[in-house]
C-alpha cells in the first residue's frame, strides 16, 4: 500500500530565507509523486510532478523537489522564500500497481509561515 | 485559467438529513472525483467517475454516499443520510483524460465545508 508521510505539520521561515519542507513515502513499485498547495479559500493546486524522468523537478513559483529512492523522499525546496508563499502544502503519491492511476493519496501536510 | 467550481462553499445540516454536494468540472474533462479532509486529519479519496459509472472508490464511499452527472455539466456527491462524522471538507476535482503520468490536468476546485449538527 501506498502512504506518504509529512514530517513537519508546520514549518516558520524569515522572507528571503530557504525553505524545506520534508516529505518521505511508501510504495510498492514505482511512485507518481506531486506536491500541492492550497492558499486559504482556494482549491488545491499542483506545483509540480515527478514521473519517473528527471529526478529533480522544477516547478511554479521557484519551487522544485528531488525524487531519491534510496531514501524515499521528495522534499520541497525554494532558495528564497515570498510573503505569497504562505499556504498549505501537501505531498501526494500515486501508484500505478495498486490501482487503476486513479487515486491519490495524501500526506498530512505542512503549513508554512513566512516571517516579514 | 479554467476552474472546478463547488457550491455551496459551506453547508450546514442536520444529523440524518440528505446533503447534496455540486460541482462543475472543467467543461473538457472526462474524468471526475471526490476527495474529502475531516480537519485536522488528511485528504482521502472517495470515488472516481468515468463515462457515467464509477471507475473506482475508496471504503469510505459505502451505500450512503452516492455520485452522478445529471445533466453533463454538474457532478454531485449524494450522502443520503448525514452522519456527525461525515462532517468534513469535500473536494471536487476532474481530469481531461486517464491521468497517467498520474495527476496530468488534475484539477480540484475549492472545497464544500459540510458542518452536520
Known amino acids: 500500500a501506498q502512504s506518504v508521510t509529512q514530517l513537519d505539520s508546520h514549518v516558520s521561515v524569515s522572507e528571503g530565507t530557504p525553505v524545506l519542507l520534508r516529505c518521505n513515502y511508501s510504495?510498492?513499485?514505482?511512485?507518481?509523486l506531486f506536491w500541492y498547495v492550497q492558499h486559504p479559500n482556494k482549491g488545491l493546486q499542483l506545483l509540480l510532478k515527478?514521473?519517473?524522468?528527471?529526478?529533480l523537478v522544477k516547478g511554479i513559483n521557484g519551487f522544485e523537489a528531488e525524487f531519491k529512492k534510496s531514501e524515499t523522499s521528495f522534499h520541497l525546496t525554494k532558495p528564497s522564500a515570498h510573503m505569497s508563499d504562505a499556504a498549505e502544502y501537501f505531498c501526494?503519491?500515486?501508484?500505478?500497481?495498486?490501482?487503476?492511476?486513479?487515486?491519490?493519496?495524501f500526506g498530512g501536510g505542512t503549513r508554512l509561515m513566512v516571517k516579514p | 485559467e479554467p476552474e472546478v467550481t463547488q457550491t455551496p462553499s459551506h453547508q450546514v445540516t442536520q444529523m440524518g438529513q440528505e446533503v447534496i454536494l455540486r460541482c462543475v468540472p472543467i467543461?473538457?474533462?472526462?474524468?471526475f472525483y471526490w476527495y474529502r479532509q475531516i480537519l485536522g486529519q488528511k485528504v482521502e479519496f472517495l470515488v472516481s467517475?468515468?463515462?457515467?459509472?464509477?471507475?473506482?472508490k475508496s471504503e469510505i464511499f459505502d451505500d450512503q454516499f452516492s455520485v452522478e452527472r445529471p445533466d453533463g455539466s454538474n457532478f454531485t456527491l449524494k450522502i443520503r443520510s448525514t452522519k456527525l462524522e461525515d462532517s468534513a471538507m469535500y473536494f471536487c476535482?476532474?481530469?481531461?483524460?486517464?491521468?497517467?503520468?498520474?495527476?496530468?490536468?488534475?484539477?480540484f476546485g475549492s472545497g464544500t465545508r459540510l458542518t452536520v449538527v
Open positions: 467543461s473538457n474533462h472526462l474524468y
Open positions: 515527478y514521473t519517473s524522468a528527471a529526478t
Open positions: 501526494v503519491v500515486s501508484d500505478l500497481l495498486n490501482n487503476a492511476g486513479n487515486m491519490l493519496t
Open positions: 467517475f468515468y463515462n457515467n459509472e464509477i471507475s473506482e
Open positions: 510504495s510498492s513499485y514505482s511512485p507518481s
Open positions: 476535482a476532474s481530469s481531461e483524460r486517464q491521468p497517467y503520468p498520474m495527476g496530468y490536468g488534475y484539477t
